[in-house]
């Protein structure tokens, strides 16, 4: 079973950046697709950002495109998120994913690690 662990998270400012890291275990990161996902309070966990399996094609949120960097170092058998010019709206709490296809449906991963905490204060 793949086991996911996020670290990163941490209370910035407004316009900070933060560098998420997502380290798997029990597969070869080579072999998933992986995606963040968020969760503020009172919403429901979205799609932020993912990576594709084979060709590595990142895919993002509108709210996050330009803003946001998602990234894989398969050695490492790490996935990160470069998070720049944060937001108060950007607060949440941010869940790693993976499975073998890219998806941007919370419902469709299989893998999820326990959630790292960003909070941006204005």
């Known amino acids: 079973q793949v086991q996911l662990v996020e670290s990163g998270g941490g209370l910035v400012q407004s316009g900070d950046s933060l560098r998420l890291s997502c380290v798997a275990s029990?597969?070869?990161?080579?072999?998933?697709?992986m995606a963040w996902f968020r969760q503020a309070p009172g919403k429901d966990r979205e799609f932020v950002a993912g990576i594709s399996r084979f060709v590595r094609r990142p895919y993002y949120t509108d709210s996050v495109k330009g803003r946001f960097t998602i990234s894989r170092d398969n050695a490492k058998n790490t996935v990160y998120l470069q998070m720049n010019s944060l937001k108060p709206e950007d607060t949440a709490v941010y869940y790693c994913a993976a499975d073998g296809r890219l998806t941007t449906a919370r419902n469709e991963y299989n893998f999820w690690g326990q959630g790292t905490q960003v909070t941006v204060s204005s």
């Open positions: 029990g597969r070869t990161l080579d072999t998933l697709a």
